[in-house]
């Protein structure tokens, strides 16, 4: 199921629940087309911008700026002590106006919570489907760009509503090929491919080579959504000088769960140096009690004694993330 087309949410006042579910990308053409922001777009990119400094101007925002040397990709500097791009900040309609002017510096308006920073956008602008999910509802705003391959926890529906982006995509079981950089200094919380995913270099990254048989590409125009599932790896190029995107993040997942990176730094800490056999030893009780799980894992013991095996709810989380930071205090 990669592409459904002729999708438009106003008419079809839902998503199929088959597309919210879905382990793979599913391309969703058409689906916010009827979007004011997609027909503001539609009409030039000065109405456009006039549509978004009608909810605030004035409003204060950070944002990345790489000089024109980095060629648009937003990435680390040479020898990896920070990056190639600098942080500022600017009104919103600043930015716009540098937009609108052309300039030759890489902007970028990274993931900017709408409901809290452009009061009013949300309303006309909205996936009404997702409603019960209670989802966080970013702008991304820019001029042609690129960021690197990487993943996100949540399941994601970027809807385009100005010019053009094109989705490069990896199932999570590619991670060994994709060269992940550093798990410590990200440039925006989740690590990154080291590979240019626009112009991969398979000498320096020769296993990238197999990661390509696993790649799906999507061009999208305004009005398209992308469907990418939890943990997809995806890199992102915005092919327009003015180009904006609105996305959904929401987890499947009650919301006292810890994000699981959090227990990956944990085990680099505890497990990874161990001798083999050790780690072999660990690998078999995380079998046993958290990739393999089910019903029958605890059954030998009595409900009112599993403790941290009984099923988790709001209130043993707290419990336990409370153990977990007294046992860390050393």
């Given at each position: ?73 937003f990435f680390y500097n040479a020898d990896f002590s920070g990056f190639n791009f600098r942080h500022e900040t600017h009104t919103f309609g ?208 009595p409900p009112a004694a599993r403790g941290v095996l009984a099923p988790m709810n709001d209130s043993s989380a707290r419990q336990l993330r ?9």
């Open positions: 199921m990669p592409e459904l087309s002729d999708m438009n949410a106003a008419a079809l006042g839902a998503i199929p629940a088959d597309v919210l579910q879905s382990s793979r990308p599913v391309l969703l053409r058409g689906l916010v087309r009827h979007w004011p922001l997609v027909q503001q777009a539609q009409r030039s990119d000065a109405a456009f911008c006039d549509y978004l400094r009608g909810f605030g101007a004035d409003t204060r925002l950070s944002l990345w700026r790489g000089a024109p040397g980095i060629g648009g990709r600043a930015l716009l106006d540098e937009l609108l002017a052309g300039t030759p510096d890489a902007l970028y308006l990274g993931s900017t919570d709408i409901d809290r920073c452009f009061p009013g956008m949300r309303q006309p602008n909205d996936l009404a489907a997702l409603a019960g999910f209670d989802p966080m509802v970013s702008l991304w705003l820019g001029n042609c760009m690129q960021v690197a391959a990487h993943f996100d926890l949540p399941d994601n529906i970027a809807c385009v509503v100005a010019g053009r982006r094109r989705f490069t995509l990896f199932p999570p079981d590619q991670v060994a090929n994709l060269y992940v950089g550093p798990l410590d200094l990200t440039p925006a919380g989740q690590p990154i491919s080291l590979v240019d995913h626009a112009r991969p270099d398979l000498e320096r990254f020769p296993r990238y080579a197999e990661a390509l048989k696993h790649r799906q590409c999507f061009e999208l125009l305004p009005g398209d959504a992308l469907f990418i599932p939890s943990q997809w790896w995806h890199g992102v190029e915005s092919l327009e000088p003015i180009s904006a995107l609105v996305n959904f993040w929401w987890r499947q997942s009650p919301a006292f769960m810890d994000t699981p990176l959090n227990t990956l730094m944990m085990a680099l800490l505890s497990l990874r140096d161990l001798p083999p056999a050790q780690r072999d030893a660990w690998r078999a009780l995380f079998d046993h009690y958290v990739f393999d799980a089910d019903e029958q894992t605890a059954a030998h013991i409370a153990m977990l930071l007294n046992r860390l205090k050393r």
